[in-house]
C-alpha cells in the first residue's frame, strides 16, 4: 500500500459511484469509471470503505487511530464573565468537568480573561477548578471576539486540554467556534449530556438531532481538544467549598493577540425582558392556547405575585404575541426553575427539551390527552382562563399583595 491513508484499489474498482454516493464531503469523484480520493478534502471518515461492495477501498485505520493524544491532558472550562461577573453556567460546566476530569484521572482547570479577576479566580477553585488559567488585562473587561479567541487558542496549543468545555451562550458559542477553527479541534454544539467512554475514554457528548426527535452521541476521535458547548442550567452547578486548594496560573500574552477589529461600543438591555427566565425561579409559560397577546396579562399578573418571569411556547413566540426572548425550548432557553406552569401548552418534545428539567411542572391544559401531562409533576385540566385568574388570587391572599 502507498503512504496515502486512504486509497482505491484500482483492479477491484468497478465504477459503480456507490462511495461517491456515500462520501459525505464530496471527496471523491469518477475518473474514467473509476473512484478518485481528493486527499485534501477526505475527512478519513471512513464512510466510503462499507459502502463499497467491491473491497475496493482501503483506508489504513491504524493512520487515526493510532494518533498520539498523550500529551493532552486535562479538563477545561471557559470561564465566561462580563465586567468581572462570572456566569452561572460556568459553575454549571465546573459541577459536570469534576465528573469527566476524575473519570480520566486529569486535573480540572478554567479558563478566566478579564480585568482585575484574581477574587473571580479563587471562586473559581472553591467550585472545584484545581489550577485557574488566568490572563488579566484591562482591554479585556469585556469579551470581544477576536482577542479572546486569539488568547485561548494559543493556551489550548501551548497547555494541550484533552477536553474543553463551553456554556452554549451567545458569548460561549461565539468564542469556541473561533477556537475550533483554529486548533482544527472537533466541536459539538448544545450538548445536554457528557460522559466519558470507559474502554476509548473519548468524551461522548450527547445533544437532540433531528428536530429533537432522537439524541445523537456524537464522538470526536481524531482530534484533541475535544470541544463541547453546554446549554445553561442542564447541569446543577458545582457547591461552594471555601475549603478547596489549586493554583491560579498568571498567564503572558503576546499584546498582538489584543487586537481587535471591532470595539465594544455600549451595551443595551433588553428593555422588555426585565426578568432573564433562564435565571428565574418561578417561570409561569403561556402557549397557543392562551390565545391573543392581551391574555398574557393573566400570566404577568401570576409571575408578579410570585416574583417569576413570564416564558412562552414557540407557538406563541411565532405568532407575534410575547417577544422571542420569553420562547423556551431546543431553539428557545433552556430552564430549570423550581416550579414551571405550563398554561395552554400541549408539550411537544422541542418545548419540552428547555424545561423538562424545571423541580416541579405544573400543566394547566383543557385536553387531558395533552402530552405536557407525562412530564407533569400536577396536572390540572381545565380552562386557563378560570384557573390562573383564580390561583392569582389565592396565592394574593397566601402571600400578601
Ligand atoms: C426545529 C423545531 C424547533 C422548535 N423549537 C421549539 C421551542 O424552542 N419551543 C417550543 O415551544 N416549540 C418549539 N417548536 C415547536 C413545537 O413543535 C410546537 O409546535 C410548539 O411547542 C407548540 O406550541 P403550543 O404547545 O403553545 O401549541 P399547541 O401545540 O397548539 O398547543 C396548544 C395547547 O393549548 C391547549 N389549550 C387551548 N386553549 C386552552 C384553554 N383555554 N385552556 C387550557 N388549555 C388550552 C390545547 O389543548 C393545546 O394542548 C419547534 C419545532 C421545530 C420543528
Aim: glycine share 8%; proline share 5%.
Amino acid at each position: 500500500m502507498s503512504n496515502d491513508p486512504i486509497k482505491v484499489i484500482d483492479e477491484a474498482c468497478v465504477g459503480c459511484q456507490l462511495c461517491v454516493k456515500a462520501c459525505p464531503f464530496g471527496a471523491i469523484e469518477m475518473d474514467e469509471k473509476l473512484a478518485v480520493i481528493d486527499l485534501t478534502t477526505c475527512t478519513l471518515c471512513g464512510a466510503c470503505v462499507p459502502a463499497c461492495k467491491f473491497d475496493a477501498i482501503e483506508m489504513r485505520q491504524s493512520e487515526k487511530a493510532q494518533a498520539d493524544f498523550s500529551a493532552y491532558q486535562d479538563v477545561w472550562v471557559f470561564a465566561e464573565q462580563d465586567d468581572g461577573v462570572i456566569q452561572s453556567v460556568t459553575y454549571e460546566l465546573l459541577g459536570e468537568g469534576r465528573q469527566l476530569a476524575d473519570d480520566l484521572g486529569m486535573h480540572l482547570c478554567a479558563v478566566l480573561l478579564g480585568s482585575n479577576v484574581s477574587e473571580q479566580a479563587n471562586e473559581l477553585i472553591s467550585r472545584g477548578a484545581e489550577k485557574v488559567y488566568m490572563v488579566d488585562q484591562p482591554e479585556l473587561t469585556h469579551f470581544q471576539d477576536e482577542p479572546y479567541a486569539a488568547i485561548i487558542s494559543d493556551m489550548v496549543k501551548r497547555h494541550k486540554p484533552n477536553i474543553f468545555l463551553c456554556g452554549a451562550t451567545t458569548i460561549g458559542r461565539s468564542v469556541i467556534s473561533r477556537i475550533a477553527v483554529e486548533t482544527g479541534a472537533g466541536l459539538t454544539a448544545d450538548c445536554t449530556g457528557l460522559a466519558i467512554d470507559p474502554g476509548t475514554k473519548n468524551l461522548m457528548q450527547t445533544r437532540p438531532a433531528f428536530g429533537g426527535n432522537i439524541m445523537a452521541t456524537i464522538l470526536t476521535p481524531n482530534t484533541r481538544p475535544q470541544m463541547a458547548t453546554v446549554r445553561h442550567k442542564v447541569f446543577k452547578e458545582a457547591e461552594v467549598d471555601p475549603s478547596r486548594t489549586g493554583d491560579v496560573v498568571p498567564v503572558d500574552i503576546d499584546k498582538a493577540l489584543l487586537a481587535s477589529r471591532t470595539k465594544r461600543l455600549t451595551f443595551v438591555p433588553e428593555e422588555d425582558n426585565i426578568i432573564n427566565i433562564a435565571e428565574a425561579d418561578f417561570i409561569i409559560s403561556g402557549g397557543r392556547g392562551m390565545g391573543k397577546p392581551e391574555n398574557f396579562d393573566i400570566l404577568h399578573e401570576l409571575a408578579e405575585v410570585l416574583g417569576g418571569g413570564v416564558g412562552a411556547s414557540r407557538a406563541a413566540v411565532d405568532a407575534d404575541w410575547i417577544p422571542y426572548s420569553h420562547q423556551v425550548g431546543q431553539t428557545g432557553k433552556t430552564v430549570c426553575p423550581k416550579i414551571y406552569i405550563a398554561c395552554g401548552i400541549s408539550g411537544q418534545i422541542q418545548h419540552l427539551a428547555g424545561m423538562s428539567a424545571s423541580d416541579v411542572i405544573i400543566a394547566i391544559n383543557k385536553d387531558p390527552d395533552a402530552p405536557i401531562f407525562s412530564v407533569a409533576t400536577l396536572g390540572i385540566v381545565g380552562d386557563v382562563f378560570e384557573i390562573v385568574p383564580r390561583l392569582t388570587a389565592e396565592l394574593r391572599k397566601v402571600l400578601g399583595e
